[in-house]
């Protein structure tokens, strides 16, 4: 894992200090809150529709059970004892007062941890595979590579103010986990003609207003070339991305606007000017970083651990557990554990005060002090032997956090909607919690099997709701909650848009439709085949048939 080193530590200090003095003359009048806004959203705090929230940057989703004990202390101190993990593996707190944000920000830095550049015309947090340096069908390490564009981006100044936000993924897998087709930038680790690791480099994809999958504009990077070649893409940005119209201004509209070849061929062009000069990157600086992310010590031990074969044969409850929210680890006798933040009816991505504590305490004790957060609001113990599964499994199950539910109906994305941001048109979190309701029957969950489910409060799409399986959109009219539904999208390695099926739903009405509309694969479904697949093979028609029989 990544520790800070001098610069680092400099730069946050100086930033907390700067913002401590920024906050003073806000709260004594000196500056307007239009004067303060460019200010705090440079260090990750909005106003919302009720309080100030702060979003704290957890870069490529990795923490250590110190740093996850800080923000379960933030919580407890500064909050009303709950977080709120993200859709880009951050960390949000709703209800900080003003006048503390300082103060929670110096806590951060205690332990490694900031704000910077959680919100603004910036490069965002990098975000990764939750299962990067694990995973069995891994090329490399993708956090090394997450590790060094974030030392590159962080207050660039060249890339501070960009014509609009800017995310970058990146994926070290043949499964892509980490979305990178709905990303301005996604780079995706290949092996080129000859064996070597390099990038597929993937530019101008996103979600919101006008969603995107993204196009490849380069088939194989070399590793040493990854700082010019981004930097050649930022800067044809900066220059070319459009910045009289806020909803124009992102990569993936230049993008389209020009067409892709035509945007490779000027990120070419730019990159011959820069591709062999200081930003090369040498292999003793990936040796340097990738030293942060030497894999731990692990023990010895059979594939397949006894004790953990028996308990599996005798406990029924936690054999579900494992074979939903465990995945195959690449180093024999351990596990991947997924930890469920959707417990039934419960709200998508928020975890308390005392279920940070208990992951935290896990993490030290029987996950070599390591814990992921991913992209789907869920947390992740990388390394857990096969011998303590049942032990790890019996604390989260007394802290409401082992629901066997990963990948399924109950498993669902949703942003916090109208219950607190100021740009919803509609809820997120109660339609959430009436699906997860409705469908709380495990059995009747692992009947339909693979499903996910994502809802976005409005057009900006922070709940990915395009590239859901089943995608919920809320929209106004008229005052009035509505919701539209998509149908066949996809985060992964076939990534896809969604169709809108018909007219949108009322609130009063949208739980049943989504019922409907599973119901509807399931009877149209061909032996263990997945919702998209019977979706492509039958097309929308049967399920317009079904929702708008009555109308």
């Known amino acids: 894992m990544y520790r800070y080193d001098e610069f680092d530590h400099t730069l946050v200090s100086e930033r907390v200090s700067q913002f401590k003095g920024q906050v003073a003359r806000r709260l004594s009048g000196d500056l307007t809150e239009e004067q303060f806004r460019p200010l705090r959203l440079m260090n990750g705090l909005y106003l919302q529709l009720h309080a100030y929230m702060l979003r704290v940057a957890i870069p490529y989703g990795t923490l250590s059970s110190t740093q996850m004990r800080m923000l379960a202390h933030i919580a407890d101190k500064y909050d009303r004892g709950y977080g709120h993990f993200t859709t880009r593996q951050n960390i949000q ?87 990178t087709r709905v990303h301005d930038i996604g780079l995706q680790m290949v092996r080129g003609s000859e064996g070597e690791v390099g990038f597929k480099v993937i530019v101008g994809g996103g979600l919101g207003r006008t969603p995107i999958i993204g196009p490849t504009i380069r088939e194989f990077l070399p590793k040493k070339h990854l700082l010019s070649y981004l930097e050649a893409v930022l800067r044809v940005y900066n220059q070319l991305g459009r910045r009289d119209n806020i909803y124009k201004a992102r990569i993936k509209i230049l993008v389209q606007s020009a067409g892709a070849e035509e945007f490779a061929a000027q990120v070419e062009e730019e990159w011959a000017h820069i591709r062999d000069g200081y930003l090369q990157l040498p292999q003793s600086e990936i040796n340097r970083i990738r030293s942060y992310f030497a894999p731990p010590d692990y023990e010895i031990l059979p594939a397949i651990d006894a004790e953990h074969a028996l308990k599996m044969s005798e406990v029924p409850e936690f054999a579900s557990w494992v074979e939903r929210n465990a995945v195959a680890h690449r180093q024999p006798g351990y596990a991947i554990v997924n930890i469920s933040l959707k417990p039934i009816g419960g709200i998508p991505g928020d975890a308390t005060v005392a279920q940070m504590e208990i992951v935290a305490d896990l993490a030290a004790r029987y996950g070599l002090d390591e814990i992921r957060v991913t992209h789907e ?3 992740v113990l990388p390394n857990v032997k096969q011998a303590e599964l049942f032990a790890v499994w019996q604390k989260l199950a007394q802290s409401d956090l082992a629901t066997p539910n990963l990948g399924l109906v109950s498993d669902i994305i949703a942003c916090p909607g109208l219950d607190y941001c100021n740009l919803a048109n509609a809820r997120s979190i109660p339609v959430a919690q009436n699906i997860s309701e409705r469908f709380r029957d495990l059995e009747r969950q692992h009947d339909i099997g693979d499903l996910k489910i994502k809802i976005s409060g409005c057009i900006n799409a922070c709940g990915h709701h395009h590239v859901g399986n089943i995608g919920i959109l809320g929209v106004d009219k008229k005052g009035v909650e509505f919701y539209q539904i998509t149908l066949g999208g ?15 739903f ?24 997945l919702f998209n697949d019977t979706y492509a093979r039958i097309g929308p028609q049967p399920f317009k048939e079904k929702l708008y029989a009555a109308h």
Not at 122 to 137: F, W
Not at 164 to 174: D, E, H, N, P, Q
Not at 490 to 504: K, M
Not at 514 to 522: K, N, W
Request: proline fraction near 5%; charged fraction near 25%.
């Open 93 to 179: 707190y709703n209800w900080p007062s003003l006048d503390q944000t300082p103060n929670i920000l110096d806590e951060l830095a205690s332990v490694e941890m900031h704000a910077i550049q959680t919100s603004g015309n910036c490069i965002r947090n990098v975000t990764s595979d939750q299962y990067a340096g694990v995973a069995a069908d891994e090329i490399e390490d993708p956090r090394v590579y997450c590790e060094i564009i974030r030392q590159w981006s962080t207050l660039h100044p060249e890339f501070s103010f960009l014509p609009r936000k800017f995310k970058i993924a990146v994926t070290g897998a043949s499964t892509d986990r980490a979305a």
């Open 490 to 504: 996809r985060a992964d390695d076939g990534a896809a848009l969604g169709d809108i099926i018909g007219p949108a």
């Open 377 to 379: 609001q869920n947390l």
């Open 506 to 529: 009322s609130y009063e009405d949208v739980v049943d439709a989504v019922e409907t509309i599973i119901e509807t694969y399931l009877a149209h479904r061909e032996s263990d085949e």
